[in-house]
């Protein structure tokens, strides 16, 4: 089995928690036997089929009534009056970008809106938004657009819970501008994101007043500023069994530095406020060579875990003071982190953990961490580091070495980055010694 850098064919098994969950296109079920437990959980349109589907293509001849032989040519002449339960399939082919603001679908009929799963491509060249959407899968797709932020599903600002809800993305593939984020999710609550590859951009994926959302089997190449980015209040997030190469100043930022109206639910002058809270960091590959590889700002409660994290970063990991009080709304300090298993193979003088003033580096805890650099961390360093080779090698893989099965046991780390079931004691890092090595 290939491995990353040089293919993403791993991370794209259609796994899930639920052994009745749907696979492929979004019709039927899949092989009980092929479902791994320890797997990211599925989206909750799994099992799901849509009820009609209505078919876009680039052009068009008749009259379009959106059959195969008379298609229409937008997404907004597709919905106009459809019910839940619709799908939109785009045809391979270019079109332009949308604002598209009627997607309202339910638990059992949502919309999907999805390009071809095998063989050419739907793709926008300019920028696709979906505002206040509720039940809809997003699948299939390539963006490609000279300017704007290619993907964004957001709440039109209202910062009310409840406008944007249950949002499946998986399987898009963004070309973007440097000076925008190729996927911005803001206001948005109880969403998937799977099997997102991205090239350029400002930022992988933007995530602002994001609540209960997972990030799993993403690839992420070469943004200008981050790999990704949670902040604005998000709370119960995961990102887990990703790469991210070359991500620029940042690789997965924790907070951050957002607007007063970014913030979902707003800001309040009564409880403690923070950028992001209850964030766990899970079996991800990370390779950079710039500022910071796993920064924490005003966040708390994250748990960073099986990672491996390679390159020549400056700080491995870091709490940040990032700004104070906010029009006078106060902000929690950072603080509150859990470092544990994870492998670090990182070259020059890369400090393992850096908290600034006004940081809570007491309520961080680290355990079974493995250091390996070519210059040894400062005496009393806070990481529990270990100055041997890890066993992983340039492709990820872990053979033998340091990091085999010299890890403990975690409830939140069942799995790897393939999502295969750990054995006991698991391995530090994202993978497990296997055959072949």
């Not at 799908?87 to 270019?94: F, M």
Request: glycine share 12%; hydrophobic share 40%; charged share 15%.
């Amino acid at each position: 089995m290939s491995r990353w850098p040089f293919s993403i064919a791993p991370l794209l098994c259609a796994c899930s928690f639920d052994p009745e969950a749907a696979g492929g296109d979004g019709g039927g079920t899949v092989d009980a036997s092929t479902i791994s437990r320890c797997d990211a959980p599925g989206a909750f349109a799994d099992g799901l089929t849509p009820a009609s589907t209505i078919f876009v293509a680039p052009t068009t001849t008749g009259t379009p009534d959106g059959s195969m032989e008379h298609p229409f040519t937008s997404l907004e002449a597709a919905l106009a009056g459809r019910t839940p339960g619709t799908r939109v399939l785009l045809q391979p082919g270019t079109y332009p970008g949308e604002v598209i603001d009627t997607l309202r679908g339910t638990a059992t009929s949502p919309f999907w809106i999805e390009g071809p799963s095998t063989g050419p491509r739907a793709v926008f060249t300019s920028p696709l938004q979906l505002v206040r959407p509720h039940y809809l899968v997003v699948r299939h797709l390539d963006l490609a657009p000279a300017t704007g932020a290619p993907f964004t599903v957001d709440d039109a600002e209202t910062r009310v819970e409840g406008t944007a809800h249950h949002v499946a993305i998986d399987d898009l593939r963004i070309t973007g501008p440097a000076n925008a984020n190729c996927v911005l999710l803001a206001g948005v609550d109880d969403v998937s994101v799977a099997r997102i590859e991205t090239t350029g951009c400002t930022t992988g994926v933007r995530m602002v007043g994001v609540h209960r959302a997972v990030l799993t089997r993403l690839r992420i190449t070469s943004p200008m500023y981050a790999g990704v980015i949670v902040a604005g209040g998000s709370d119960r997030v995961d990102i887990r069994q990703s790469v991210i190469l070359d991500p620029g100043t940042r690789a997965i930022w924790l907070g951050g530095a957002s607007d007063e109206n970014e913030f979902r639910p707003p800001l309040t002058v009564t409880d403690g406020n923070f950028e992001v809270a209850n964030v766990r960091v899970l079996n991800n590959v990370i390779v950079g060579d710039q500022a910071d590889a796993i920064p924490c700002s005003l966040c708390r409660e994250v748990l960073v875990a099986g990672n491996l994290i390679m390159g020549s970063w400056a700080r491995v990991g870091r709490l940040i003071a990032e700004h104070g009080a906010i029009n006078g709304y106060n902000f929690l300090s950072s603080g509150k982190m859990r470092w544990i298993n994870n492998a670090v193979d990182v070259l020059g003088n890369a400090t393992p953990f850096q908290a600034d003033g006004g940081t809570e580096l007491a309520t961080v805890t680290f355990s079974h961490n493995l250091w390996n650099n070519t210059t040894a961390p400062p005496a009393g360093d806070p990481a529990m580091v270990l100055g041997m080779p890890s066993g992983y090698d340039t492709t990820g893989r872990l053979c033998a070495g340091a990091a085999a099965h010299a890890g403990i046991t975690l409830p939140e780390l069942e799995g790897t980055l393939e999502g295969d079931c750990r054995p006991d004691p698991p391995s530090i890092g994202p993978d497990e010694p296997g055959p072949g090595c």
